[in-house]
């Protein structure tokens, strides 16, 4: 055979054999995706052109030939309106739907007029092949059709490439790339039936269409397009293994088939080859499957630790409530080990000491559970060691009568085994296990599956206790914070209850003298109850301000809390001579909110805006709007305005950072940098967002958005939600 024939051979069955398994490949992947539908139809098309194309190259008979090289035609001018199709859905160019139909329709107009002798007239041998096709009258136009659709593919390519920055530039490079090598390659072929023979593209060229379509592949199954150069290196790596493994598997074939029979049936020989290599292919896909399988049925006991050990490592990574944490490792070692009792251990830094915190299986009466300092002897030994104790391996090796202290401290906390955690070469804690149901010993396999188990605890135990710590810190920073509103909150509480005072006061003393009018006692009982009612509601509200409480969300009515939070205000500013207005828009849609945090907000903001203001006077304004960024979105806006010295550029990106402050110990009033740090967070916890505006020597505006009740949609049950 022509060496040129058996290269291009060989290159037609790598292409077709690739290209059909990876449409496959990446719709299995995709398939709730169109482009994984279009991609496996684009796939097969090239499959179907490449096969045939073996089949007409390859045959002995004219009519044949001519009847392979129709077919062959006639799969592969779909190639070019799928390819626009797939670069419409991977770049999102949203082609009008009407122009993909009227694209479809040629391409189904012209694999018709394949099978005519318009388009291919006849087969006649030429170069190097035994017989090729010989185009028709039409057939120029159909070229005409093939290149415009693949010149506009990769020109939409290019364009979104030069449009492009950073990674997604480069990667689009690389796809542009592959795209303009795999057509350049293959389509040199349309031009031998013009007897045009391109040098080195005619048949090595033919070499790069499965690279392309491994690139391609990679870039779907990514989602994202990744990085090209590495599925560029994964397609050569792919090439070249099907190259070294199939094509030698082939060329014994092909042997084999001239010892035996004489003789060599190209089309038969193709289609064997390629069913045996779906069929390896398929088998080594199906391995892992079978392994599960086999484990299943054979060694059901050890798949199932495997498996619960697997379900816990992936649990851990989204358990940060340490209870759940602790719950889940002792269910976890009574699940897979079969445990008769657990008692776990963790370091308390307050006391220095390993406390437990939870224990399984003991019963009151035998319970007998101490804390362990850092220098006693199991936990000094466990922190050095950072491997698990086996109480019964030790007593075997070391003996029963010397009873060395560390047994002798396994015993008293009975512990048959022992499991350090250890992060960052930091013993955190340690899990005493009891005897096993079934009584039996540790084996290598229970020791290394504890191990991997413990080094995964270690980590998620340590994760937990951080942010426990976190949850701690914060609460206590917002409880410093609401302490601090109180000195402003005791002024306006003081003013508002001057008054109703002073009316008990003025009642009393008149009582005497006209304790027989019934007129002046009627009056006297009804406004006294109100002005006593009031009294309560305030010290009630301040109570409830001061004293640290779970968050509880409640339909409330932003305009309330804002006059409410007012009122407070109101003594402060006007002992900087500050003007207070507001602007409240009436029948405000509800929020969902708890109150106490939300006037923590304002009294914040308030507060920062009348020192802002100085001793020279200003005014504070106050208002409300209503949003609706959608039609089922609406949102309730808090607009704080005041007149201050307002606040730089360098410092109106940190404004919101913890212990950023621009307050000095020369003013009023000191500040951390931590007020609006939790201003901002507790506007985040209530599903809302804060900004601000501020321009030098003109003042300064805060925006609070918070949504409407109707629109918004807890991501977790209220009473969860908080600090």
Not at 199 to 226: C, E, Q, W
Request: glycine share 6%.
């Amino acid at each position: 055979m022509n060496p040129q024939l058996l290269n291009l051979i060989t290159a037609l069955v790598l292409t077709s054999l690739t290209t059909l398994l990876l449409g496959i490949f990446v719709y299995l992947i995709k398939r709730t995706s169109r482009i994984g539908t279009i991609f496996l139809f684009y796939s097969f098309s090239i499959s179907w052109w490449s096969f045939f194309q073996i089949l007409h190259v390859t045959s002995s008979d004219r009519s044949n030939a001519l009847m392979w090289a129709r077919i062959m035609e006639a799969g592969a001018f779909f190639i070019p309106t799928l390819f626009v199709h797939f670069v419409d859905l991977l770049l999102e160019l949203k082609i009008k739907k009407v122009i993909l139909i009227w694209l479809y329709v040629l391409s189904f107009a012209i694999a018709t007029l394949c099978i005519t002798p318009a388009m291919i007239a006849d087969a006649a041998p030429k170069l190097y092949f035994q017989f090729i096709m010989v185009p028709g009258p039409l057939y120029p136009l159909a070229l005409l059709f093939f290149l415009s659709c693949v010149g506009y593919g990769n020109y939409a390519l290019y364009k979104a490439y030069s449009t492009a920055w950073g990674a997604r530039r480069n990667q689009l490079r690389y796809l542009l790339g592959s795209s303009l090598i795999g057509y350049m390659g293959g389509g040199a072929n349309f031009f031998l039936a013009y007897g045009i023979n391109i040098p080195f593209l005619n048949p090595f060229g033919t070499y790069a269409i499965p690279l392309y379509v491994a690139a391609t592949s990679y870039a779907i199954v990514k989602y994202r397009l990744m990085d090209i150069s590495v599925a560029m290196e994964k397609g050569l790596n792919y090439l070249i293994f099907v190259t070294i493994v199939f094509v030698p598997s082939y060329a014994v074939l092909l042997i084999a088939q001239k010892s035996y029979f004489g003789t060599i049936s190209y089309p038969f020989s193709l289609v064997v080859f390629l069913l045996f290599a779906l069929m390896l292919l398929g088998a080594y896909k199906f391995k892992g499957e079978a392994q599960v399988a086999i484990a299943r049925l054979f060694f059901k006991e050890r798949y199932d630790t495997y498996e619960t050990l697997s379900k816990f490592s992936k649990a851990l990574a989204t358990i940060l409530d340490l209870k759940t944490l602790i719950e889940e490792i002792e269910r976890t070692l009574v699940a897979v080990l079969g445990i008769e009792t657990v008692t776990l251990y963790l370091f308390d830094k307050e006391r220095g000491v390993y406390r437990p915190v939870t224990t399984f299986g003991t019963s009151p009466e035998t319970r007998d559970i101490t804390r362990l300092t850092a220098d006693d002897k199991l936990p000094r030994h466990l922190a050095a060691s950072q491997t698990i104790l086996v109480r019964e391996e030790m007593e075997h090796f070391l003996g029963t009568t010397e009873m060395p202290p560390l047994i002798d401290a396994l015993r008293r906390a009975k512990a048959d085994v022992c499991i350090p955690f250890v992060n960052k070469n930091v013993l955190i804690g340690f899990c005493v296990l009891g005897h096993r149901a079934t009584r039996q010993m540790y084996s290598d396999q229970d020791l290394s599956l504890l191990t991997m188990l413990a080094q995964a605890a270690a980590i998620a135990l340590d994760n937990a206790m951080l942010y426990e710590e976190l949850k701690r810190s914060q609460s206590l920073v917002r409880r410093t914070d609401r302490l601090r509103s109180l000195e402003t909150i005791a002024g306006g509480f003081a003013h508002e209850v001057r008054n109703p005072l002073t009316s008990i006061k003025t009642f009393i003393q008149l009582t005497p003298e006209r304790k027989d009018d019934p007129e002046f006692i009627g009056h006297f009982s009804t406004v006294v109850a109100e002005d006593v009612a009031r009294i309560e509601r305030l010290i009630q509200e301040i109570l409830d301000y001061a004293r640290y409480m779970q968050p509880k969300f409640q339909e409330e009515d932003v305009n309330v809390i804002v006059e409410s939070c007012m009122y407070f205000i109101r003594i402060k500013a006007d002992s900087k001579a500050v003007l207070l207005n507001k602007d409240l828009v009436p029948d405000l849609p509800p929020v969902l909110l708890d109150r106490q945090q939300i006037k923590q907000v304002l009294l914040n903001l308030f507060i920062n805006a009348v020192e802002a203001m100085g001793d020279h006077g200003g005014e504070l304004i106050v208002r409300t709007h209503r949003l609706s960024k959608a039609a089922d979105d609406t949102w309730v806006q808090i607009e704080v305005t005041d007149t201050g010295c307002g606040i730089s550029p360098a410092d109106l990106e940190h404004i919101f950072d913890p212990f950023y402050t621009t307050k000095h110990e020369s003013q009023e009033r000191e500040g951390t940098g931590l007020g609006l740090t939790i201003v901002h967070q507790i506007v985040q916890e209530h599903g809302g967002h804060i900004e601000v505006k501020s321009a030098l020597g003109r003042g300064t505006t805060f925006l609070l958005n918070l949504p409407a009740v109707h629109a918004r949609v807890l991501e977790a049950p209220i009473e969860t939600r908080g600090v």
